[in-house]
């Protein structure tokens, strides 16, 4: 067995005791592998170890990667669909190489400006309606991008000018909202997350009131350091890199 597939074994196991603590069906979160600095063959051991949510944050990775792996699938016999993840920040001269690689979910979509900007790409690429999560700044960390949203319960003109937003990028054609997402702050301590993710939980059931004809399926929350307190909070997409694959790989 390689280090790769334990590890994930790992992951796998500790995402199921999380859910079942939680009591939730572990099928119901997603898991996302963030690939981001390993080389393509890592993907390929990853993907042939089962994994296929795959999570980049730049673009021109993100495209030599997707172009990499699809090249490389062309010559299986048979082939299970991968899905691509963007969870960087989207520059703005970054959007439309980001939308010709087809992600299934950019989970940071983080103002109406780039909600607006992706949607005029989609219409003049003809492509498909992309969908997005809404970036949260839950923590009120000022290094951290994402809606200013660390005191929505409490300062009513935070939420307000929020839902202000929702309604604005909800009305755009080739845009569906698919969820939220957010970073908690760095701890070693797995705990130090939960009141975050917490909010964000709270948030989105404020939200089904609020704006009922969306659904709001997703929440995007935990990584390596902080994954099972997402689950345990109702994350049902948590973005897992380095206790799968190791430390960053740099050439």
Known sequence: MSELVSSLQSVQRRMAEAADRAGRNVADVTLVAVTKTHPLDVIIEAYQAGLRHFGENRSD??????TGFSEWQANLTQADPVYWHFIGHVQSRQAGLILENQPALIHSV???KLAQRLDRLVHSQDAPKVNVLLQCNVSGEAAKSGFALHQWSTARRQLADFLTIVEQIAALENITIAGLMTMAPYSEEAEASRPFFRRLAALRAKLREA????????????MTNDFEVG????????????????ERYYN
Request: glycine share 10%; net charge negative.
């Open 211 to 222: 704006v009922p004809p969306l659904t709001w399926p997703h929440l995007s929350m935990g």
């Open 61 to 66: 990775e993100f495209q030599e990667k997707r």
């Open 110 to 112: 983080d103002s109406l």
């Open 231 to 246: 689950i345990e909070e109702g994350a049902t997409i948590i973005r897992v890199g380095r206790a799968i694959f190791g």
